[in-house]
């Protein structure tokens, strides 16, 4: 069984499988368990960013993968900076930056 986010082999602990890399956990069902509990701040980055995208060399802060694509996203209000939004090319967490 392979780790959906990033293809790592999954290794199974108790009733659950674990990706050593990125920590996605599936159980022998199938279901993904969402154990981490995302923080206020990350579930605000909803976006889904998919497609080709433009790449940088920036540092992830969950896996330390060093590239990430990103895309420039303009907040509601008009006078507020825009957002630009990151995702790890290789865990695929995403964070954004103002
Ligand atoms: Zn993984
Ligand atoms: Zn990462």
Known sequence: M????????????????????CGYKEDKGGAVITSTTASQ??????????????????????????KASWIIRQTRASDEPETRIYQCLECKHKWREY
């Open 41 to 66: 701040k990350e579930r605000e980055v909803v976006d889904d960013i998919s497609g080709t995208l433009p790449t940088t060399v920036i540092e992830c802060g969950k896996c330390g993968h060093n």
């Open 2 to 21: 392979f780790c959906p986010k990033c293809k790592t082999i999954l290794y199974p602990e108790g009733e659950v499988s674990i990706c050593k890399k």
